[in-house]
């Protein structure tokens, strides 16, 4: 069962690693066609019946940061602006 828990563990940060990889490239506006990995992901997790929303690492912020992206029917039940600002 360990061995299991193990392989399970080294295969979910492989993963984890690839996908973070693909949220935070630099990508050059010649090479726009890098984002259809991310937003492949992005639908997978997306169209999930369970799923709301994602929460991906902030480029701008040096991934110091999070973006988090919200099925629109979602945020509009659940959310609502108190305030915006520049």
């Given at each position: 069962m360990r061995e299991t828990l193990g392989l399970d563990f080294?295969?979910?940060?492989?993963?984890?690693?690839?996908?973070?990889?693909?949220?935070t490239q630099i990508v050059n506006k010649e090479e726009d066609w890098k984002y259809k990995i991310?937003?492949?992901?992005?639908?997978?997790?997306?169209?999930?019946p369970r799923v709301v929303?994602?929460?991906y690492p902030s480029i701008a912020a040096n991934s110091k940061g999070v973006n988090f992206a919200f099925?629109?029917?979602?945020?509009?039940?659940?959310?609502?602006?108190?305030?915006a600002g520049i």
């Open positions: 080294n295969k979910n940060l492989l993963i984890d690693n690839f996908i973070t990889e693909q949220f991310s937003i492949a992901i992005t639908r997978f997790f997306i169209e999930a929303g994602i929460i099925k629109p029917e979602y945020a509009d039940s659940a959310f609502q602006i108190d305030s």
